[in-house]
């Protein structure tokens, strides 16, 4: 079972914003990276540490965390944001990453 | 431009191995930690194992734990798995990934495209 957890469906109308959560103890040590997969593809990263995003991610994801819960905001959602997000952690020893089950993001 | 390419993927009986590679190049390979993360077909991902830039820390999954084993040549700039005993749960693609090294997270900021590992009789 993963330490992290996640909700394992969200929709959201094109255009709105959606946020995507990720609780966990170790959160509250570590910070959560989030990554972006669409079907047959790798995953890729779109939020890591407090709040930043690798070249080329938009600005419309945007990330934060309070206590044990992470959150991965996209404010504007577009129809190619429909995707299974995952957030990334560590677990308690701090020396294994750790992955959430996935959410699977719909844009109506 | 960062490229990973994984191979060595394949179908293998229960009990068989397998040793997975991944080239790596656009980058300073010997100066990166690198990971193994899987996923079985329409679940999630998982953390394999992870090795630190000069091999020096080396950790596994409970999943895998005496049974993969991972290492690089950085004289190379590769990356390999190998995996015995394997079982029918180890059916995965599994990837090869960076680790940037931020302060207080695991960031995977460069994946491959993954291999295919099937285990079946």
């Known amino acids: 079972s993963s330490e992290l957890t996640q909700d394992p469906a969200v929709s959201v109308a094109l255009g709105q914003t959606v946020r995507i959560t990720c609780q966990g103890d170790?959160?509250?040590?570590?910070?959560a990276s989030w990554y972006q997969q669409k079907p047959g593809q790798a995953p890729v990263l779109v939020i890591y540490g407090k709040n930043n995003r690798p070249s080329g991610i938009p600005d419309r994801f945007s990330g934060s965390s309070s206590g044990n819960t992470a959150s991965l905001t996209i404010t504007g959602a577009q129809a190619e944001d429909e995707a299974d997000y995952y957030c990334?952690?560590?677990?308690?020893?701090?020396?294994?990453?750790?992955f959430g089950g996935g959410t699977q993001l719909t844009v109506l | 431009e960062v490229q990973l390419v994984e191979s060595g993927g394949g179908l293998v009986k229960p009990g068989g191995s397998l040793r997975l590679s991944c080239a790596a190049s656009g980058f300073t390979f010997s100066s990166y930690s690198m990971n193994w993360v899987r996923q079985a077909p329409g679940k999630g991902l998982e953390w394999v194992s992870s090795i630190s830039s000069s091999s020096s820390y080396i950790y596994y999954a409970d999943s895998v734990k005496g049974r993969f084993t991972i290492s690089r040549d950085n004289a190379k700039n590769s990356l390999y798995l190998q995996m015995n005993s394997l079982r029918a749960e180890d059916t995965a693609v599994y990837y090869c990934a960076r680790e940037n090294p931020i302060v207080g997270a695991t960031v995977l900021d460069y994946w491959g495209q993954g291999t295919l590992v099937t285990v079946s009789s």
């Open positions: 990334n952690s560590r677990d308690s020893s701090g020396n294994h990453a750790v």
């Open positions: 170790s959160l509250r040590s570590y910070y």
